[in-house]
C-alpha cells in the first residue's frame, strides 16, 4: 500500500522500525487498517536529492490508534515520542524477522508435528526463506551460540536478569554471535534454518520473563526513556504544530475523495 501510495521504499522501512515496538508487521495487520504520515525531502536548486526523516506518523490498527512524532533532543538524539511523551521505543522488538509469517503459535497443549504428542509450544514460529536474517530484538550479551538437541543451532541472549530470548532452527550464527559478546537491538545475529527437530524453514522464537516461557506475541514490553522533563513544552508545541498538519492533511484527502 505504501508503494501504491508512491511512499519511498526508505520511508517505509523507516515507518516500520518506528512502529517495530508496537506492531508485529507479519501478524497484527488486518484490512482496513491505515496509516499517514509527514516526511522531508532534501532538495537541491529545486531537485529531490533525497529523502529526509518522518516528521509524524498515525497507524490505525483495529481501531487503536498510535500516533508517533519525531522530536530532536538537546543531547543531540532524535527520537519518536507518543502524544503523552512516551518513547516509541521498547526494550524489545516484537519481532525477530521481518516481514515473514507466523506458522505457529504459543501454545501449550500443541501436538508435536514429528513426536506426534501432546508437548508444549513455548514460543513462536516465523516461517521464512532459508537464509533469511534473524536480529535480535533486545539490547544483551549472547549466553549460548551452538547446537543444542531439537532446537538445532541455537543462540540465546540474556537482556537483563529478568528477561533472555532463544533463537532457534537456525542455518547458521553470524559472525557477531560468539559466547559473551554484547549485540545491540536490531543487529543479525543468525539465518533461518531448519536445523534440529524442524519440518520446514522456520525460526522458533522464545522470550523469557525471569526464567520461565511467555508468549512473545502478548507479553508487554517496559519502554525506553520517555522526553526529558525539561524539554517536555518544547516536544508538546512541536506535536501541537505537526498533529495539525497530519490532521489538516487527512481532512484534505478524505474530502478529495469524496468529490
Do not use: C, M
Given at each position: 500500500d505504501g508503494l501504491k501510495a508512491k511512499i519511498p521504499d526508505s520511508v517505509i522501512m523507516d515507518m516500520a522500525y518506528i512502529y517495530?515496538?508496537?506492531?508485529?508487521?507479519?501478524?497484527?495487520?488486518?484490512?482496513?487498517?491505515?496509516?499517514?504520515?509527514?516526511?522531508?525531502?532534501?532538495?537541491?536548486?529545486?531537485?529531490?536529492?533525497?529523502?529526509?526523516?518522518?516528521?509524524?506518523?498515525?497507524?490505525?490498527?483495529?481501531?487503536?490508534?498510535?500516533?508517533?512524532?519525531?522530536f530532536d533532543q538537546k543531547n543531540g538524539q532524535s527520537e519518536y515520542f507518543s502524544p503523552e511523551g512516551q518513547n516509541m521505543k521498547k526494550a524489545f522488538l516484537r519481532s525477530p524477522v521481518n516481514f515473514s509469517y507466523v506458522s505457529d503459535r504459543y501454545n501449550l497443549k500443541r501436538k508435536h508435528p514429528i513426536l506426534f504428542k501432546i508437548k508444549a509450544h513455548t514460543g513462536v514460529d516465523y516461517a521464512a526463506a532459508r537464509g533469511t536474517?534473524?536480529?535480535?530484538?533486545?539490547?544483551?550479551?549472547?549466553?549460548?551460540?551452538?547446537?543444542?538437541?531439537?532446537?538445532?543451532?541455537?543462540?540465546?541472549?540474556?537482556?537483563?536478569?529478568?528477561?533472555?530470548?532463544?533463537?532457534?532452527?537456525?542455518?547458521?550464527?553470524?559472525?557477531?554471535?560468539?559466547?559473551?559478546?554484547?549485540?545491540?537491538?536490531?543487529?543479525?545475529i543468525g539465518y533461518v534454518g531448519k536445523s534440529g527437530m524442524a519440518t520446514g524453514y522456520h525460526l522458533h522464537y522464545e522470550?523469557?520473563?525471569?526464567?520461565?516461557?511467555?508468549?512473545?506475541?502478548?507479553?508487554?514490553?517496559?519502554n525506553a526513556k520517555p522526553v526529558p522533563k525539561g524539554e517536555r513544552e518544547d516536544y508538546l508545541n512541536i506535536f501541537s504544530t505537526q498533529i495539525k498538519k497530519i490532521n489538516n492533511f487527512e481532512k484534505f484527502a478524505n474530502q478529495t475523495v469524496g468529490l
Open positions: 517495530g515496538w508496537d506492531i508485529d508487521f507479519t501478524y497484527d495487520l488486518r484490512p482496513g487498517d491505515s496509516f499517514s504520515l509527514i516526511y522531508e525531502e532534501i532538495l537541491l536548486d529545486g531537485e529531490k536529492i533525497k529523502d529526509g526523516d518522518i516528521l509524524i506518523a498515525k497507524f490505525n490498527l483495529q481501531g487503536k490508534e498510535l500516533i508517533a512524532t519525531r536474517p534473524v536480529i535480535a530484538t533486545g539490547d544483551g550479551t549472547i549466553i549460548y551460540s551452538s547446537f543444542k538437541g531439537g532446537y538445532g543451532n541455537l543462540v540465546e541472549i540474556k537482556h537483563s536478569e529478568d528477561y533472555t530470548t532463544r533463537y532457534a532452527h537456525l542455518q547458521n550464527f553470524h559472525k557477531r554471535s560468539t559466547l559473551g559478546k554484547r549485540v545491540k537491538q536490531g543487529q543479525v522470550f523469557h520473563v525471569n526464567g520461565k516461557h511467555t508468549n512473545p506475541l502478548t507479553v508487554k514490553f517496559p
